[in-house]
Nanobody, 125 residues
Framework: QVQLVESGGGLVQGGGSLRLSCAHSGHTFGAYAMGWFRQGLGKEREFVAAVNWSGDSTHYSDSVKGRFTISRDNAKNTVYLQMNSLKPEDTAVYFC??????????????????WGQGTQVTVSS
């Protein structure tokens, strides 16, 4: 059973930065593609970013492209989301997710097998 634990959320002023981390408990972290999703209050969960098993292929939503960077450290079983130039509309609970189905469209929530509990990010104006 894989457990995912996010950390690094918090309150930040607009224009600021945060780095989220997601620790993966399994022995085979390197086999999983990883994604970050977010859900604002009263909104549907949406794709933010994803990275393949090796870290050399990444995907971003249009709303965060150029501001957010996803990366992974397979030696530490951890995936990161560096968030720069934060905007109030980035306020949401951020979830990481893991999938073995790395050849599919990593922007689709339905392919992910495991989810973390989420971490709150609040950006003030």
């Amino acid at each position: 059973q894989v457990q995912l634990v996010e950390s690094g959320g918090g309150l930040v002023q607009g224009g600021g930065s945060l780095r989220l981390s997601c620790a993966h408990s399994g022995h085979t972290f390197g086999a999983y593609a990883m994604g970050w999703f977010r859900q604002g209050l009263g909104k549907e969960r949406e794709f933010v970013a994803a990275v393949n098993w090796s870290g050399d292929s990444t995907h971003y939503s249009d709303s965060v492209k150029g501001r957010f960077t996803i990366s992974r450290d397979n030696a530490k079983n951890t995936v990161y989301l560096q968030m720069n130039s934060l905007k109030p509309e980035d306020t949401a609970v951020y979830f990481c997710a893991a999938t073995l189905d790395w050849w599919s469209d990593l922007r689709q929530m339905g392919i992910y097998d495991y989810w973390g509990q989420g971490t709150q990010v609040t950006v003030s104006s």
